[in-house]
């Protein structure tokens, strides 16, 4: 049996890079898309994926609409709604839908049924009902670089970070994220990358190493 390898990674550039090795990529963007979703799947949103801004520019591919179309997928059939989740947190709406328009034309396109909020961390499920919907969260750091490792061909991109959301400690949080991602990694018996949404944030880049320390603790480089 071929050995699991782990890595820690940075930026859009760094997702896109392992998923076109096909791993299993878990963004870490703390204070922002990742907990967010991390918030989302605590209230019971169905699945939760990222997508870059409109107009975003990254020295790597990125396919937004091809995330709206995969949350379309997911909805329709369970005959449930998207909640499209964009900054800026304090602005006008028509700002906030410029930046998911290709979220939203995929969306229309699918005849799926969404619902616009602003990005507000772990305060999102106060805003809306999240249970039984698909999250899709548009940001410039987390949401672009899930968006990279999805249309460079990652097995799975999911999000995890080491912030507090209502009723869960960052610590159990943190072990939430790393069964999500050995859960996935067995799944596509895949490896996994652990990406810092920007190299620029100590928060991203200490927890992703957290991250990366717990899921050496749960075994997985001895599997």
Known sequence: MKARTLEVTFNASGAAEAGARGRV???VDVVDSSTS???ALAHGATAVFGA?????????????GAVGRKAAALAAPRGTSVVVVSEPRVGTEEERRERVLPVLQALRTASVQYELVPNQGAELPGLVD???RVVVVVSATGGTAFDAAHAAGAAAVCFATTARVEGRTGWEV???GVRRVLDLAEQHSADVSIVAATANS?????AAF???RRVIAEGFLAR
Not at 53 to 62: E, F
Not at 202 to 206: E, F, N, S, V
Request: glycine share 10%.
């Open 202 to 206: 100590a928060d991203d880049c200490l």
């Open 210 to 212: 957290e991250l990366g």
């Open 25 to 27: 990529v878990a963004i």
């Open 174 to 176: 943190a072990d939430l």
């Open 37 to 39: 979703a991390e918030a």
């Open 52 to 64: 870059a801004p409109a107009g975003t520019k990254a020295p790597v591919p990125l396919e937004p």
């Open 130 to 132: 999240v249970d039984g």
